[in-house]
T-cell receptor
Framework: DTEVTQTPKHLVMGMTNKKSLKCEQH?????MYWYKQKAKKPPELMFV???????INESVPSRFSPECPNSSLLNLHLHALQPEDSALYLC??????????????FGQGTRLTVV | GENVEQHPSTLSVQEGDSAVIKCTYS??????FPWYKQELGKRPQLIID?????GEKKDQRIAVTLNKTAKHFSLHITETQPEDSAVYFC???????????FGPGTRLSVLP
């Protein structure tokens, strides 16, 4: 299984809503990542989890809250988002942190629209 | 920190022709250089990568070259096909680094 699975594929939420994005992989990878991608731009790193611990937070606003319940799952909790947060949210995994010099697998992404 | 530049931003070629995309990086410590292809509405997918101890790598119609002295690397696609149309991102990573840095992307259009 070389898949990173993200749910939901599409999400529309109001600025007062609370929602969560989910990511799952069963490749035994110990590093998992959240990226944000705006149209016609490269992915931008948000968070890195290494061995289920948050190791990088790229100065992301607190309205985005990551969680890694176990080595296979990664969540991104959303609260009080702004319209400018609308984007494609990509999850990725790699065998270990510092091993982005080995193949990293991306999920299909969640297309988020904040209204 | 690392900065990756990529050119051109858009590229149109006729089917069957070759396409070349070039990237430069700033951090001489970078030693891993993947290329990702992203079709519209889909995930980035790794198509080829190269490490600093290698100057060139080929996989069928795709090749990547690396010049560490000049700090640039290039993607070459031969005999292009319409299904090669996508956005291509180069990236650079430092061994034991935290992340890799993406270039801004090249939109490749292969015209039938």
């Amino acid at each position: 299984d070389t898949e990173v699975t993200q749910t939901p594929k599409h999400l529309v939420m109001g600025m007062t809503n609370k929602k969560s994005l989910k990511c799952e992989q069963h490749m035994g990878h110990r590093a998992m990542y959240w990226y944000k991608q705006k149209a016609k731009k490269p992915p931008e790193l948000m968070f890195v989890y290494s061995y289920e611990k948050l190791s990088i937070n790229e100065s992301v606003p607190s309205r985005f809250s990551p969680e890694c319940p176990n080595s296979s799952l990664l969540n991104l909790h959303l609260h009080a988002l702004q319209p400018e947060d609308s984007a494609l949210y990509l999850c990725a995994s790699s065998p270990r942190q510092g091993a982005m010099n080995t193949e990293a697998f991306f999920g299909q992404g969640t297309r988020l629209t904040v209204v | 920190g690392e900065n990756v530049e990529q050119h051109p931003s858009t590229l149109s070629v006729q089917e069957g022709d070759s396409a070349v995309i070039k990237c430069t990086y700033s951090d001489s410590a970078s030693n891993y250089f993947p290329w990702y292809k992203q079709e519209l509405g889909k995930r980035p997918q790794l198509i080829i990568d190269i490490r600093s101890n290698v100057g060139e790598k080929k996989d069928q119609r795709i090749a990547v070259t690396l010049n560490k002295t000049a700090k640039h690397f290039s993607l070459h696609i031969t005999e292009t096909q319409p299904e090669d149309s996508a956005v291509y991102f180069c990236a650079a990573s430092i061994e034991y680094g935290q992340n890799f840095v993406f270039g801004p992307g090249t939109r490749l259009s292969v015209l039938p």
